[in-house]
């Protein structure tokens, strides 16, 4: 069930990816829904589940966006452990405390993919402040309303399966 739950997030993810590049690529620089799914799931505390969920979403992205293969996905591996180590030792259940938990994931990733790109390069071009500022800004709203919307969907479904009628095959 956890795998399907992760297959349908990084489709999603993709096709959010897409319709951001296609629609608003501005505002695909900023937004990061690979880095929304791998946080999501690596909250449960899970480290494998967390650092498969970076290795897969991370390549994916690396495929998607034609950069350095491997980048995101190293990144992306980091925040899957960090994120469920975290998660391990937080308790996530205040809503601020969940958009400091991916403001957080957002820095973790800038620094891995930033310190990356200096040892890769002599000079690479870094974010300003104010776009690093604002990926944060942007990740934290998000991922708590990722994580609300996924909890009230669990919920509806937790009660329909205990209300719906049992077929008796008596």
Not at 100 to 116: E, G, K, R
Request: hydrophobic share 55%; charged share 15%.
């Amino acid at each position: 069930m956890r795998a399907l739950r992760f297959l349908a997030g990084l489709a999603t993810a993709l096709s959010a990816h897409i319709l951001l590049v296609a629609l608003a690529p501005e505002a695909a620089r900023f937004v990061d829904p690979f880095l929304l799914l791998v946080a999501f799931h690596a909250m449960d505390g899970a480290v494998l589940a967390g650092v498969l969920a970076g290795v897969v979403s991370g390549l994916s992205e690396d495929a998607l966006t034609g950069g350095i293969y491997g980048l995101h996905g190293f990144a992306a591996t980091v925040v899957g452990y960090v994120a469920a180590r975290a998660a391990r030792v937080l308790t996530l259940q205040k809503s601020y405390y969940v958009g400091l938990y991916f403001a957080s994931a957002v820095l973790v990733q800038q620094l891995v993919l930033q310190t990356l790109l200096l040892l890769l390069w002599q000079r690479p071009q870094l974010p300003t402040f104010g776009e690093l500022s604002l990926r944060v800004v942007v990740a934290a709203p998000l991922g708590t309303l990722l994580v609300g919307t996924v909890g009230r969907f669990s919920e509806s479904h937790r009660v329909w399966k205990a209300r719906r009628p049992r077929v008796s095959l008596d």
